[in-house]
């Protein structure tokens, strides 16, 4: 099975602040990674597919970079509604896994 | 607009069953592969299965498999997972999702609670 890694597991951060979130596959997944944000009591949305591109109707501050083992997502400058949680998806193969979330929270 | 609605959680006792269904609208059902991915209490996501948009080919996850059965019903848009021989840490809040052609899951459900307790 494919192991992704999170990190950090959490961050803290204020509006206006650049964070970036690494993912790293245990073995290579060529492309096939998504990220995910949850807010408390909410389905995940999808962010980024492929990699790197944005979902539509994401705002642009959100980024993905990397291919197959590592990964990154990035936000270059956080708004208030982006605090939640973020997740790496692997679509390489079965079983598909997540990387085990980024708590990201108000400084 | 698309819609993915879950529906059939409950408390079950240990070794009980219970039939989960997500019934969909507002996209193309038969043309996407559709996932069922779950969340225990205070934990991070836990891709559960995958059934392929003929409902052909189905895939587990070992912490699953021989005791979840996914299927779907594209004449009703309606995906299904069939839980037995449930466990304490089968309790989750199960989700739905399609299976876009990148591997994300684009549209989700709000999800159903399952708690297995006695």
């Known amino acids: 099975d494919i192991q992704m890694t999170q990190s950090p597991s959490s961050v803290s951060a204020s509006v206006g602040d650049r964070v970036t979130i690494t993912c790293r596959a245990s073995?290579?997944?060529?492309?096939?990674l998504a990220w995910y944000q949850q807010k408390p009591g909410k389905a995940p949305k999808v962010l980024i597919y492929?990699?790197?591109t944005l979902e539509s109707g994401v705002p642009s501050r959100f980024s993905g970079s990397g291919s197959g083992t590592d990964f990154t997502l990035t936000i270059s400058s956080l708004q208030s509604e982006d605090f939640a949680t973020y997740y790496c998806?692997?679509?390489?193969?079965?079983?598909?896994?997540f990387g085990q979330g980024t708590k990201l929270e108000m400084k | 607009e698309v819609q993915l609605v879950e529906s059939g959680g409950g408390l079950v006792q240990p070794g009980g069953s219970l039939r989960l269904s997500c019934a969909t609208s507002?996209?193309?059902?038969?043309?996407?592969?559709m996932n069922w991915v779950r969340q225990a209490p205070g934990k991070g996501l836990e891709w559960v299965s995958t059934?392929?948009?003929?409902?052909?080919?189905?895939y587990y996850a070992d912490s699953v498999r021989g005791r979840f059965t996914i299927s779907r019903d594209n004449a009703k848009s309606t995906l299904f997972l069939h839980m037995t021989n449930l466990r304490a840490e089968d309790t989750a809040i199960y989700y739905c999702?399609?299976?876009?052609?990148?591997?994300?899951?684009?549209?989700w459900g709000q999800g159903t609670l399952v708690t297995v307790s006695s």
């Open positions: 999702a399609n299976r876009s052609p990148v591997r994300s899951c684009d549209y």
């Open positions: 507002g996209f193309t059902f038969n043309t996407f592969a």
């Open positions: 059934v392929s948009e003929s409902g052909g080919g189905t």
């Open positions: 073995q290579a997944i060529s492309s096939w």
């Open positions: 492929a990699a790197s």
């Open positions: 998806q692997q679509g390489n193969s079965f079983p598909y896994t």
